[in-house]
């Protein structure tokens, strides 16, 4: 199993969480962030004075899939969140040890 971290703009979630039920992604955990990278925030001027904006918001997506269609997913996410600028976002892929369904006790991809 895998888990796919992707931090995304949040104006592309809706887009790629339907992307990713066609896929075959039965769920996801979504959070609202702020961070920057290659970015680095920007300038805004708010009642004549400029501001300093650090943090740029983006959409967090947690999602655990069998390795099957793990680079499938991968490719969805960055086909669908792309817009081609700067502070598209990033994917990273992590190895999932063990996975748990609290309800039934089900395990590993059973719990997915």
Do not use: C, W
């Amino acid at each position: 199993m895998k888990l796919i971290i992707a931090a995304i703009k949040p104006f592309k979630l809706d887009e790629v969480r339907e992307a990713l039920t066609e896929v075959g992604v039965g769920g996801m955990m979504v959070s609202e962030i702020k961070g920057f990278g290659a970015q680095s925030g920007h300038t805004e001027i708010y009642r004549g004075a400029e501001y300093d904006v650090n943090f740029v918001p983006k959409a967090k997506l947690e999602i655990v899939v069998p390795d099957a269609i793990a680079e499938q997913v991968v490719e969805t996410i960055q086909s669908k969140a792309k817009t081609d600028k700067i502070g598209d976002g990033k994917i990273f892929v992590l190895d999932v040890a063990q996975a748990v369904r609290v309800r039934t006790g089900e395990t590993n991809e059973d719990a997915l």
